[in-house]
């Protein structure tokens, strides 16, 4: 099961700006968020859609005339330097995700096409091998995009931010967090897309890890896994059998609903990612 990133907090100042006000709201919201367990899809799915609303923010605190000179006379610090190399790297991670999103709806439908031909041929077993040998490549990268992120992390952590303008601290620290809760909601993505791979040499000891002390049956022990995984044992028992031949289609088609939902959200993010960066370069060019 994907388990959960804590935001790394860099604590806002003391006394904040009127200026900041709006985002920090929307940011303490996402922060109760991140404080449940970021691990289901629909908690993941919330979390992008809050980074929507979050940049939104984000855009109108830019468009402001008093933090657009602020910003501009400290264009040379260290600290913007690093806010525009963290923007890089989020723009970089979030098209990486999208591109995860649309091959594993690509493997989905080549799935959905073979078992609707409902005969145990080769070519089903080859769209099963393909896909697990994908599962499997994409939870080694997931690993290292979250090393990633956490780097990114403690860089903007670890720059420091004189006080000596109270609205440039107060401007900085929350443009810092943004980025920060951004990152930490990607790595919540990327822990449910590096679930552990179940293919049909590891299902008997699947099924006696779900089935331990016979308390449940499989079936219901399933629940609590995400998506990904419950699709890898439908398709681990997939037979000629059309029931489970149908519970496979079913599980398919509940892991392309969840995909598409990330997709669309991950897809108005990098929007937003896009827009947030072209702002800020054009506010320190002045």
Request: charge should be positive; glycine fraction near 4%; hydrophobic fraction near 40%.
């Amino acid at each position: 099961m994907a388990g959960k990133y804590n935001v790394r907090s860099i604590s806002l100042p003391s006394r904040s700006h009127p200026s900041t006000l709006r985002i920090e709201d929307e940011l303490n919201r996402l922060k109760t968020l991140e404080a449940s367990v970021l691990s289901s899809s629909e908690s993941i799915c919330a979390g992008l859609s809050g980074i929507e609303d979050l940049y939104q923010c984000m855009n109108g605190l830019l468009n402001m005339a008093s933090t657009q000179k602020v910003l501009s006379q400290h264009q040379h610090e260290k600290c913007i330097e690093d806010l525009l190399d963290g923007s890089v790297t989020l723009l970089d991670i979030c098209g990486i995700a999208r591109d995860y999103m649309f091959q594993i709806k690509e493997h989905v439908h080549a799935l959905q096409s073979a078992l609707r031909r409902r005969k145990r041929d080769s070519s089903i077993e080859n769209d099963i091998l393909n896909y697990s040998r994908f599962r499997k490549e994409m939870k080694k990268q997931a690993k290292k995009l979250i090393t990633e992120l956490k780097q990114m992390d403690n860089k903007l952590g670890a720059s420091p931010l004189l006080d000596q303008d109270h609205h440039f601290s107060a401007v900085v620290r929350v443009l810092r967090e943004v980025n920060v809760i951004n990152s930490s909601i990607f790595q919540s993505l990327f822990s449910f897309l590096s679930a552990p791979v179940f293919s049909k040499q590891t299902r008997w000891s699947l099924v006696s890890k779900l089935m331990h002390k016979g308390v449940i049956s499989c079936e219901e022990k399933l629940d609590n896994v995400n998506e990904l995984e419950s699709v890898d044992v439908a398709l681990c028992r997939h037979t000629s059998d059309v029931e489970k031949m149908q519970i496979a289609h079913k599980k398919l088609v509940a892991l392309e609903c969840t995909i598409e939902g990330m997709e669309n959200s991950l897809e108005c993010v990098f929007r937003h990612l896009i827009k947030a960066r072209t702002s800020l370069l054009n506010i320190i060019s002045q």
